[in-house]
Structures are given as structure tokens and as C-alpha cells.
């Protein structure tokens, strides 16, 4: 691969860290191109070789020429999401089709299915270990749910299902984004805003401004909606947005922009596929790369769930309802009150100010102690390292382990305008064995915190310090792997339900006095969080978590279901079969009953639009599994006096952490463990525990 053009190319560099002071746009394509060229090369000398393909011979130059692609696209892929100037964009968004397309042309080479199957059928496959049996068992199975084990007569009729479920989720998009911009409420006297905060009034006043126009304009946009039904004193306003928002895109609107008609011709599709592929429902395949077994097993889950926080859902509303009537004059609530007299409510009880806390969290104070939260849980070393890095602001470390290295992660924690939202874990590289020898893990850790100003540290929010430790929680999981398979070592591999365990399981200890005691320290002071403050903030974290937790059940009960039970066999679902099984489950689970107008299933895109399809349990399924792993150390705690123990922290290290992808999570949940998941600890953190 090292020939005369691409030697001088700093992104085909494999040897050591990313040479990102050397890097330039002008690099990327020559690199990506030559990458794909040598992939394919190999795929295409690889499939034509007679005989039975072996591990050595066939998996290995795969995986490793797939790797160096996967490599050098992550830096560039980094690089235009920390470092987004025009010329980076530019070379990014040149090579994405491309890219995209090779992607696309594997995973439908069928000589390269039939190579992979020829493989898991030798007398080989016998002698290889569990490991290696279960990445061909993936491979195989991820062709197979492409369709490529169909009869031939049978493909095309395949492809056009798959054709026909990306633009009906496409179109879902659309008409639930135009019927969001369709509807506006204006409001002309001042006097009918009250109770609105100001940056919402004046974000109103300018969309007015926009249209020339006098008066204050609110859109069904998040941003605009959510302070009118949160805020305003006026009811009526209240209601008539709400009621625009719960019909969005359904027959009560224009009807070019209904998505009942989508919605019925997405799950007769869903079926037909389920049927072809050999499953009785598409909740069979939805679940089968994901943790959970069976339909039933997530519906005896969500439902075991719900039995548990129901009742604290009714204390909820019932406390809800008598605020609102002796505060608030209201005698029904109404479910255009539900946000308004919750604010209240919330003020009233628990209201603390974020700029308060923040004084408490200067973050070099911060940072040490979430080092010194994985120092003691596993007994390693975190030091600060050199190599080439894209900001002057980013850091870089090493993990240690009794002197041996572990692996290497860079921080980057501050917002920066070149520099996409949000916070990140992604892989630079990933452990592994290979015939040059073992690479150590790289994770890039990005966060958009505030930077420091004038001279003193920048001081952080509860809610920032929750994203450092949920990002810094998956790069655990890809930093402490022992796995030496590409394909299954740290996160990858990992079931799609149970990735989120290592991230929330790390959120959990900034919600303990004692972790909170060493990672605090007033700014100005150095006082740590006082204890009625810490109080308030528990307090304000469980606000109406019965509530909460009802309503992520109905939509998870409802998506399973709709994906399980209802027949779609004989062609589109009628619309009415859709509402009324929603009915069926709110009457099950849910404590406050929206209007029968209401339109929920015409907004659903995480079922309909985005990859969540009979999936949406998941977030419940992974906060089970998080918070039920963190009580083995609470128990530990109990007995030891610091939750922070090194035997638990040992052992969630050797089951969870290290095994990545390498076993099924449930596996490795109960060898941490010792037993199945329960829902116990969630409920308790969630503060629904029944009172004695
Ligand atoms: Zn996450």
C-alpha cells in the first residue's frame, strides 16, 4: 500500500496517533480514494479465489484493510465535526458519496456473503473460538436481514420494500415538518402574553418583524411552543396550541399533509418484510441484533414497569390537580394545563437556580474528580500525554495499568464556532490484534462547555458535569476493552439496547453527597456543595418521575405492540386500528388521558421516520440495566463505606467493560451481576419507592 504517491500522504500514516498538524484537506481524497481502491481490490481478489476461504486468509485482510479506511474517514469524519471550516467541509462532504457507496456495495456483495457462509460451514469454523464464531454469526446474519438469502425471485420484491419504507419515512418527515411550520398564533395586545419570559416574547415579536407585521408571532416549533404552554397565563391560548400541535400532520389538518395514510402503508410494508425474511412479525426483526429475545419478553418488562410506577404516576397527578385547583384556580386540569401547573408546581417546591450550583463546579476541580472516580473503581492511572492535536484547547491522556498502557483519549471540552453541538464519544482507533502486532484504543472525547474567561476556571452546570461523565462512561467501554477482535472489541458489537449501560451507569455518581463532596469546590470560596442545596437538586431531579416514566412506557407498550399484535397482512392499516390500539394501552398505563382528537401516532417519528421501530423500549430497557449494575456498588458501599469499590469496579470492568461486543450484554449483565436485570433500583433513584 506504501508506494511513491500515497508515502507523503500524513492520513495514510497508520503508525502512531493521527498527525493532525500535518493533515490538510487537499489529503483526504487522494488517501479515501486510494483506501477504497485497495478495498475493493481485495474484495474483488478475495470472492474470485477458489476453494473454501479460512480466518488467516480471508476475515483478517479484510477486517485490516477495512480498518485503514475506517480510520482515516474517522479523522477526517473528526475532523469536520471539531474543526468545521469551509475547506474541511468541503473535503468532507466531496468523498461522503463515495463513501456511502462502498459502504452500500458491501453490505450487498453477495460473493461475499457466500464466502462468509462457505467459511461458517467448513470444518474450520469448528476449531475457531467463541469469538470468532459469533462475528461470523453476526456477519451472516446482517446479509441475511438484507435479504440475501432470499430466493432470486424473490429480490427485487425485497429491494422495492426497502425503496418504498425510506420515502414513506422521508415523506413522514416532510408533512410532519410542513404541518409544524402550517400553523401560527398570533397575538396583538401585550396584555395576552403574560406569564411568557422575555427571550420567548422577543423570539416571537421578531418572527412577526420577519412578515412585517405587527403583534407577537408562536410557531409549533419547540422554542416557541413550549414557553406559551409552559408560561402563558392564558388558557385559551394554551389550548389552541395544544390542540394544533396533538393533530399535526393527521386527517384534522390539510389532508396532503396527513400521515395516516403513511403510517398504514409503513406497517403493511414492515410485515410483508417480516413475512419474507421467515419472522411472524417486524417486532421479531427488529429484535434480532438487539438484547432483548423475544416481543413478549420486552412486553413483560415494560409492563412489570408500569405496574411499579403507576401509582406514583396518580400521586403525581393527584398532587398536580390540587396545586392547580387551590393555587391556581384551575378545578379541571386540562391537558393544555398539565406543563403550565407543573412550572408552577415545580417553582414552588423545588426551584433552585442553575447559576447557583455552577459556582460549585470550576472545572479542574470537576475533571479531578471524575479521574478520581475511575482511578478508584479500577485502579488505574490517568496522565497527561503529547501528540498532535487539532486545537491548542485539547488535551490528551493515558490510561495506565500497574505501568502498562491501556490506551489514549483526547478532551476536548470547549465550544468553539468551528465546532458541531452537542457531546461525543468516537473511536480514533479501536483495540486490536493484527500481523503487525496490538494496537491500544483511542477515543476522542468532545464536549461544547463553556470555556474559562478572565484569568478564572470555567465553572460548569449539574447538567454538563451528566454529559461529561455519560461520554467519559463510553469511553470507558472503549478504552478498557481486553478484546482483540476488531469487530466485537469496545463498543462495537455491543447490542443496540445495551450500549447506553456504561454511559448512564457513570451519571449515577454525580447524584451521590459523597463523589459530590470531593468534585466540588466554590469558586470564589472552595466551599464544597452544601447539603441543602444538594437536597433541593435530588428533589427537582424526581419531580414527577411516576409521570415520566408512565408516559415513555404507553409510547414504548405502543410501538411494540403495533409492531407485535396488529395485523397488516392483507394490506395497509386502517388508521382507526392504529388509535385504538393507543387506547387500548393509555388505558393500561397512562394516568392522564389526552382528548380523543388528539393525533400522537402522526408525530411518532422515532418509530415511523427514524431507526426506532419496535425499538423505542430501548431507553427504558438500557436506564434498567444502568441503574441496576450501579446498585452492586451501592451495596458494596453498605458494607464497605465508599461506594467507590475497587472489588465491584474489578468485576464491572472484567464482565461489562472489558468483553465489548464479544458476548451477548445479557450474558455479561448477569456474570456482574449474578442474576437477571430487575427494575428495583431504577424505580428507587427515580424516588418512586413506596414510603413505610
Ligand atoms: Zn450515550
Known amino acids: 500500500m506504501q508506494n511513491d504517491s500515497t508515502a507523503a500522504n500524513p492520513l495514510l500514516d497508520f503508525s502512531a496517533m493521527p498527525r493532525f498538524e500535518d493533515i ?51 479523522v477526517v469524519g473528526h475532523l469536520h465535526s471539531v474543526f468545521d471550516v469551509p475547506e474541511w467541509r468541503e473535503a468532507y462532504n466531496a468523498m461522503l458519496p463515495e463513501i456511502s457507496r462502498f459502504y452500500a456495495e458491501v453490505g450487498q456483495n453477495l460473493a461475499l456473503f457466500e464466502k462468509y457462509k462457505a467459511l461458517h460451514d467448513s470444518p474450520e469454523f469448528a476449531t475457531l473460538s467463541p469469538v470468532r464464531q459469533r462475528i461470523l454469526g453476526h456477519g451472516l446474519r446482517d446479509f441475511r436481514l438484507s435479504g440475501a438469502e432470499l430466493p432470486d425471485d424473490q429480490k427485487p420484491r425485497f429491494q422495492e420494500i426497502q425503496e418504498e419504507q425510506s420515502q414513506l419515512a422521508a415523506k413522514f418527515s416532510e408533512n410532519l ?20 419570559p422575555d427571550d420567548a416574547r422577543q423570539a416571537a415579536r421578531a418572527a412577526a418583524e420577519a412578515e412585517g407585521k405587527p403583534g407577537w408571532k408562536f410557531t409549533l416549533q419547540m422554542p416557541s411552543y413550549l414557553p406559551v404552554l409552559q408560561y402563558a397565563d392564558d388558557r385559551e391560548l394554551r389550548a389552541r396550541m ?122 479542574p476541580k470537576v475533571l479531578d474528580g ?25 488535551r490528551f491522556f493515558r490510561i495506565e495499568k500497574e505501568g502498562e498502557l491501556v490506551g489514549h483519549f483526547y478532551l476536548d471540552l470547549h465550544a468553539r464556532s468551528t465546532k458541531r453541538g452537542g457531546a461525543w464519544m468516537d473511536s480514533a482507533r479501536s483495540r486490536h490484534r493484527n500481523t503487525w502486532g496490538s494496537d491500544t484504543p483511542v477515543a476522542y472525547l468532545v464536549c461544547n462547555f463553556p470555556g474559562p474567561v478572565g484569568g478564572k476556571p470555567a465553572t460548569f452546570t449539574h447538567d454538563d458535569v451528566l454529559t461529561l461523565f455519560h461520554e467519559c462512561g463510553h469511553g470507558l467501554h472503549h478504552l478498557l476493552t481486553q478484546v482483540d477482535e476488531l469487530a466485537v472489541s469496545g463498543i462495537h458489537g455491543v447490542e443496540w439496547d445495551a450500549v447506553e449501560l456504561p454511559s448512564q451507569f457513570m451519571e449515577n455518581f454525580c447524584w451521590e453527597w459523597d463523589v459530590l463532596q470531593g468534585m466540588t469546590a466554590h469558586v470564589d470560596t472552595g466551599a464544597p456543595l452544601p447539603r441543602a ?20 412506557l404507553e409510547f414504548s407498550i405502543f410501538d411494540l405492540r403495533l409492531h407485535g399484535e396488529v395485523d397488516a397482512s392483507s394490506g395497509p392499516v386502517p388508521i382507526e386500528r392504529v388509535m385504538a390500539l393507543l387506547d387500548e394501552v393509555r388505558r393500561e398505563v397512562a394516568v392522564m388521558i389526552p382528548p380523543a382528537w388528539h ?12 431507526g426506532y421501530a419496535a425499538g423505542y423500549y430501548s431507553y427504558k430497557w438500557a436506564e434498567v440495566l444502568s441503574a441496576d449494575a450501579f446498585e452492586a456498588f451501592e451495596e458494596a458501599g453498605a458494607g464497605k463505606g465508599s461506594l467507590l469499590d475497587p472489588e465491584t469496579g474489578e468485576r464491572f470492568w472484567r464482565e461489562i467493560l472489558a468483553v465489548g461486543g464479544s458476548r451477548p450484554a445479557l450474558d455479561s449483565f448477569k456474570a456482574f451481576r449474578g442474576r437477571e436485570p430487575r427494575v428495583d433500583a431504577l424505580l428507587r433513584h427515580s424516588g418512586m419507592v413506596a414510603q413505610a
Not at 39 to 68: C, K, Q
Not at 375 to 392: F, N, S
Not at 601 to 609: D, E, L, Q, R, V
Request: hydrophobic residues 40%; charged residues 30%; glycine residues 6%.
Open 24 to 74: 490538510k484537506p487537499e489529503h483526504v481524497e487522494p488517501a479515501i480514494r486510494s483506501l477504497i481502491d485497495e478495498n475493493r481490490a481485495l474484495i474483488e481478489r478475495l470472492t474470485a479465489e477458489p476453494g473454501t476461504p479460512t480466518w488467516d486468509g480471508f476475515v483478517s485482510p479484510m477486517d485490516e484493510a477495512g480498518e485503514r479506511l475506517g480510520r482515516a474517514w474517522g
Open 177 to 196: 415538518l410542513d404541518a409544524t411550520n402550517a400553523h401560527a398564533e398570533w397575538v396583538s395586545d401585550e396584555a395576552g402574553l403574560a406569564g411568557i
Open 242 to 363: 395544544y390542540r394544533a400541535y396533538a393533530t399535526r400532520a393527521s386527517e384534522l389538518g390539510k389532508p396532503e399533509l396527513d400521515n395516516g395514510p403513511l403510517i398504514g402503508r409503513i406497517l403493511a410494508l414492515r410485515d410483508e418484510e417480516a413475512r419474507m425474511l421467515g419472522y411472524r412479525n417486524f417486532a421479531e426483526v427488529s429484535l434480532v441484533p438487539k438484547m432483548a429475545d423475544t416481543p413478549e419478553q420486552v412486553l413483560g418488562f415494560l409492563r412489570d414497569l408500569a405496574a411499579k410506577a403507576k401509582p406514583f404516576a396518580e400521586k403525581d397527578l393527584e398532587e398536580l390537580k390540587a396545586f392547580a385547583r387551590a393555587e391556581l384556580g384551575l378545578d379541571t386540569l386540562e391537558p393544555w394545563d398539565v406543563a403550565y401547573a407543573s412550572e408552577k408546581l415545580r417553582q414552588a417546591r423545588y426551584a433552585y437556580s442553575d447559576q447557583e450550583v455552577k459556582q460549585y463546579f470550576p472545572e
Open 370 to 394: 471524575l479521574f478520581g472516580v475511575i482511578r478508584a473503581l479500577y485502579r488505574v492511572d490517568i496522565l497527561p500525554d503529547e501528540a498532535p492535536t487539532w486545537d491548542p484547547d485539547v
Open 533 to 552: 442545596l444538594y437536597d433541593k437538586m435530588i428533589a427537582a431531579k424526581n419531580f414527577q418521575s411516576g409521570m415520566q416514566t408512565v408516559r415513555q
Open 599 to 610: 393525533r400522537f401516532p402522526h408525530s411518532f417519528s422515532h418509530i415511523f421516520a427514524g
